[in-house]
Every structure is written in C-alpha cells, then in structure tokens.
C-alpha cells in the first residue's frame, strides 16, 4: 500500500538507494500559491549530518517538480515531485546481502516477496519520508490559510522526560511560544536544559556505538468541530494509522492516552462550559477527539520511537541459509532516529487533517448545492 489519503492522496515510490525516490499528490487545491523554500525548509529539517548527534550522510534532498504547479500555482492537478538520492554507499551493505539484521524488515520482506533489496533497506528505509515530508510541507501551507498550526517536539529521550503541566490544559499565547521555541534546539525540545541533557544521552550512544528511543509530541491548535468519519475512519484512527506507518513507530496515544486508564472519570472528564458564547471544556484529557471527530479544542497526541536498529554492537542473527552467526552493522546510522522524525510526525499530521478538512469542505459544498435546489 504505497498510497495515503482520501480525498487528497500521497503516492510515494523509489528505494533508498535507488536512482531517485518522489511522489504523486493529487486532490491538492487549485490556485494556491506555493513558496518552493517551504518545501526545503521541511526538508533541512530532516536532513542528516546537520549535527554530531544524527547520521554524517549527505543528502541534499533537492526537490524537483515536474507536474501540477505552473509559475508557483497549484493547478488541481496531480503534483508529482522528484528527489534526487545522492551520497549513498551501497557498498556499505555488501556484507549484509545473505544476512537478517536484527529490527529491521529485511526476514518479513524476504519472506513476503521472496526478493529483496539489500541497499540500505529499500522500500522499508526511512529515506522514503523525505518524500513525505515534501507533500506535508504543502498540506501544511494550505492548513495556515485555514488558521491550523502545528507543534512538533521532544518531548521525551530515553529516560529523560518533559515535564509538561499543561499537556491536557487549554493552551495559552505564552505556552505556545514556548512549544516554538523548540525549533532552536537540538534536540527539538522546548526545555533548553532538559534538551542539552537528551544531547549527551544521545552523544553518549554514539560513542559506546548503541542507540536509544525517544517520544514526539504534536499539539495542533485551530482546528474546527467535525474533522473525523464515525466510526472506522475516525480522525483518531486515521492519525494513529499515519503515526505507525512511520519507520521505528511503536507507540502513539491521544490526549492523556495510557494514563487515562488508570485514573477515575471524575479525573478525566472534559466538562464542558460557555465561552464567548462558544461550547467548550475545562480541561483537554481527551486530546481534542471525542468520537473520533475533533472538537475544537486543541488536538493533542504522543508518538513513541524505539531505538535504532543498525548499532555498533555485536547481535545475534541468522544468514539467509539459516545459519546462525553474530553481526556487528557497519555504516553511517543516527544514534536517535526520533530527532530527525520530528518533520515526518510534523508532515503526517499536516496531510491527514488536509484530507479530512477538505473532505469536510466538500461535503458543506455539496450540502449547500443540495440545499439550494
């Protein structure tokens, strides 16, 4: 299933180190002006080698549009963008031809397809995200004129935790201004001291040649009351179904998520009061989803990354003959994948909730058309 979407739909093709990964997204509005350095700006973001705690590879990411934007328009028609893959070394996977390495799809592609591309993965390397991010990157821009910001953060790396007290409270200009300052850290965590403590974590598994896991977080603010299909295309659903098709995706919650299930209703209950004359509640433990539709209120969720698999460290295996033997992965590898996953969360949120907004504006305009006969 290489397609995403509904009513807009991202098709992604390519290998990683194939000649050229890219995509197809069609459903995008007509006459929208489009920056093409928003799309770089997403991609520097994900970039690798931007610092001593990812991978040193070199990927430029230059995006190449070949259809469905004229003189920086959009023209309804499918927008099919090409990236170039450049600085690999399949050289490095040489000696990984006849070997299964451990947490990576290299057994269940093999079994399900009976071939498989041993150049740093293929179609399962996290190098397919870049083209994701460059289609977020779009759906993101048309989401601002619609009054949608999205935050995307650390919130967590190995055992050091954010502590956010205002995690399922109403958020406020100063705390939002505090999640945006995450920008300018590495990691991407808003808590400048906490971020330098996750830095030597990671340098830390860097130098011992191990890797270790970390947590997303993602507030969106701005959003209307409706976005969502009752009840098996849920915007809960559809969220968790982007989330987890992420490379290294293991966990994601809703609003207080795990935590709700030890707490009693009296806890958790989201009442509802007047503002403004506008319905809306006290508290946000539910993460703006309620029956799968949002709210209004903001939409909150966690996404969970387990450590890299590729480490400097011996690991047990078997070859492809079923012979056991231990593996010590060679390469160029992020100790932390989660730092350079921040854009890609930033960019499967930004797509799912353009497609269901637009979904929601074509079901207003059909009803009017209706209405009007």
Known sequence: MNTFGRTLRLTTFGESHGEAIGGVLDGFPSGFAIDPSVIEDALERRRPGKSRLTSIREEMDYVHILSGIHEGVTLGTPITFLIKNEGFRSQDYDALRNVYRPGHADYTYAMKYGVRDVRGGGRASARETAVRVAAGALAYEWLKTMGVEIFTYISSIGHLELEDTLWNQPSTPEYLDYLRSSRNHIPSCPDQALSEQMAEIIEQM?????????????RV??????????????????LASAMMSINAVKGFEIGDGFRMSKCRGSEVSDEFYLRDNNIRTKTNHSGGILGGITSGEDLTFRVAFKPTSSIHKAQQTVTTQATPIQLEIQGRHDPCIALRAVPVVEAMTALTLADFYLSLLGSKASASQCNSI
Not at 221 to 238: F, H, M, N, Q
């Open 221 to 238: 603010v701005g959003l209307p009351v409706g976005l969502g299909e009752p009840l098996y295309d849920k915007c809960s659903a559809r």
């Open 206 to 218: 860097r130098e011992e040649g191990d890797s270790v896991g970390g947590v997303i977080s993602c």
